[in-house]
């Protein structure tokens, strides 16, 4: 039986200079995901409607539109405000730098020529929190697949679409329960996974680009009272 491949995650690279982007493949060659590249801010901002980014290294000194323009407008759009900005610059970053690049929205600084280990690293930690994002979207998915008996999907959706899925869930119980369906017991069952879907929907808004300790196992128990309640209902 074959063994299913991690789903590689995409890293966007952008820069003006050619020898800058080749420099940068070589450095995350390593990782093994996949490196898309942009030759200016316009590039980038293009790239990141078509798909979605764990992280983007984003060059500041860039002619026309430069690194702190390009990530205005990232944060901007509600499709890749999310997406953590790792800005490059081949000057000394000194305080005005680093104000307007936080300023922005930026989750990271680093200063050219840098130690490769050093990029690997802060990329990885974006890639970590990129993937469990992704995990908890498609473990709600999976839950809220329980309630409604709809199938597996093909592709695991993204935090957002995952908070109002739950909503829909959340929602359907809600009704089910006005509607006097089911036992009493039943009916407090409802109630229960109501309440904790809502909770799990607030966390899923608040997490941003944080870790959500605890939230898989939470859901994994929702999954399992799911469970009872339908077989207690099919009965």
Request: no cysteine; charged share 25%; net charge negative.
């Amino acid at each position: 039986m074959s063994i299913a491949t991690p789903e590689k995650a995409s890293i966007l690279i952008v820069d003006d200079m050619e020898e800058n982007l080749v420099a940068l493949e070589a450095v995350l060659g390593s990782l093994d995901q996949q490196l898309v590249r942009a030759h200016s801010g316009e590039e980038a901002l293009k790239a990141m409607l078509r798909q979605d980014f764990a992280v983007v290294l984003l060059d500041v000194l860039m002619p026309g539109m430069d690194g702190f323009e390009t990530a205005a407008n990232i944060k901007r759009l509600d499709q890749t405000k999310d997406v953590p900005i790792i800005l490059l610059t081949g000057t000394e970053a000194d305080t005005d730098y680093l104000y307007r690049g936080y300023a922005l929205g930026a989750a990271d600084f680093l200063t050219k020529p840098f130690a490769p280990w050093l990029l690997r690293t802060k990329v990885n930690v974006f890639l970590d929190l990129y993937r469990k994002n992704r995990q908890l979207a498609a473990q709600a998915e999976q839950l809220r697949r329980l309630l409604v008996g709809t199938p597996t999907p093909a592709a695991p959706m993204g935090p957002a679409g995952s908070v109002e899925r739950i909503e829909g869930a959340r929602d359907r119980l809600s009704r089910g329960r006005a509607a006097g369906t089911g036992a009493a017991r039943s009916g407090e069952q409802l109630a229960e996974i109501t309440e904790r879907l809502a909770q799990i929907e607030l966390q899923l808004r608040d997490a941003g680009d944080n870790e959500t300790p605890g939230l898989a196992d939470r859901i994994a128990d929702l999954e399992r009272a799911v469970r009872s309640l339908r077989v207690g209902r099919d009965a």
